[in-house]
């Protein structure tokens, strides 16, 4: 396994694998890597000749006030999970190789980005985008890989890779949680102990919509409603928001009738977290 | 010579082609092709092994009230120019295939766009930075050739390349002019009999710049406040900007210090016509 810093390096050894008839998978990763991660990392070590993870933590996609500064990372654990996975490169650039003086491109994925986490996080989806972009022409996968976890996330990069005609495959799968149902997050270490079994009301909410739904409820405001009286009977909860969207426009559904997916984001004490659940899915709780 | 109309069949063309080490370069137009065109075919041709063209009048780089619909079309004789140079491929999508329905992804170079052609052409360049994406996607080129006549294009797409780390070379050729110093446009077509002699006075003023330049004049108001004089003198003709901007910012120039670019748009009747210089260049007028 081989560390790249340079983005110049990078492509040339992506080049250099294209040309040889590789195939090249990609997962992005801010680091801190977890058993999400893994999952994917494994993924993509099935699916390609090639695993190149990048371990870059964004500024981009943080706005003020949010926890760039803070985002927990650990580069020399990372690269030893890294390399039992099987990992061909780490892509580990800096700042400034990644956005030198007089950089000011950006990638605007209009519409999925406006409601759910677009709605309290401005920019966030610009950022994710723009990096991913990048990403995608430095590493010049055929294939990459994202958790569903990140719901808007995915279906935003879908939508890029879609519109500006990317030749890449975008792959998603399916949250990794622990064994009492928290998904996994590299920001779950910013809870604390009292906070941890309030943690625990996203997956179950969820849960809870999925037994509603499993028995014939369609009204998405009624479920909704039923989500936000369970998680605010938690302590240290303050809900960001609850809301059940169409999977592909990412526009409020108020009738369960197309594919529709329940998503929220809680603030637990410091971290808000998000987890979601797509109807009609297993859910692993 | 083919034409392909599909994006997943040109991108299959095009990995076929990288794949067996062939160098491809684009020339992006928007088809009524003329001498500045073929100019900058003929370099493609020079420096690649396979040369594609696209031909395709994008809707999203013309604002409201703007000449899309009566932009001139002729595919017929486009495709006997682009034969006698040799083009490999050219790619002549429809609007459904680069714009297909939940259409919502633009690229945003955010600075070079702001003055001159983007005061007064909003969302101009965001759609020529988006459409240049994706043509750079489809059709994967190791080189693009641009003409320098659109200057604040070219600077935008250069900045577009770097920032969003394409892996292809943007170059940019001189501006290919009429023998009596027009710069060469599709758009002069528009230009009725008695307003052809006004349209001269575009490459005029720059040629009269030059000499100031050439004499010593650094300060941009006066060269500015001379040229506006003497295309004022002219019938028919009515300046939408000229400016004397550094060539990486684009911002205004006060005294010319660095590489500095004049460059101006003027209403001649009905088409507004574009023509730029950069000091100390030659000028073949």
Chains 1, 2 share one sequence.
Do not use: W
């Amino acid at each position: 396994m081989k560390t790249i810093e340079s983005v110049k390096e990078m492509q040339a050894f992506s080049e250099s694998m294209r040309i040889a008839g590789k195939k090249i998978s990609l997962v992005p990763t801010m680091g801190y890597l977890h058993q999400g991660h893994l999952r994917l990392m494994e993924e993509g070590k099935k699916r390609g000749d090639c695993l190149v993870i990048s371990i870059y933590v964004n500024p981009t996609q943080f706005g003020p006030g949010e926890d760039f500064e803070k985002y927990p990372r650990d580069f020399e654990k990372d690269e030893k999970l890294a390399g039992d996975v099987g990992v061909d490169v780490i892509f580990y650039p800096s700042n400034k190789e990644m956005y030198p003086e007089h950089y000011q491109t950006y990638v605007n994925v209009e519409r999925v980005t406006q409601n759910l986490c677009g709605m309290s996080r401005p920019g966030h989806f610009r950022g994710v985008a723009t990096v991913c972009m990048k990403l995608f022409n430095i590493v010049k996968p055929h294939i990459a890989i994202f958790g569903k976890k990140d719901f808007q996330q995915l279906v935003t990069i879908k939508r890029m890779v879609t519109d500006l005609n990317l030749d890449l495959k975008v792959i998603g799968l399916s949250t990794v949680r622990e064994p009492d149902g928290l998904a996994m997050s590299s920001r779950n270490t910013y809870l604390k102990d009292a906070e941890r079994e309030s943690a625990l009301s996203l997956s179950r909410a969820l849960k809870f919509a999925k037994e509603l739904y499993d028995n014939g409820e369609r009204n998405a405001a009624k479920i909704i409603e039923g989500m936000q009286k369970f998680i605010e009977r938690h302590p240290h909860t303050k809900i960001d928001y609850i809301k059940i969207c169409d999977t592909t426009t990412l526009e409020d559904t108020e009738q369960l009738e197309g594919e529709s997916v329940v998503a929220l984001a809680v603030r637990i004490g410091l971290p808000r977290l998000i987890d979601n659940y797509v109807f009609g899915e297993p859910l692993d709780l």
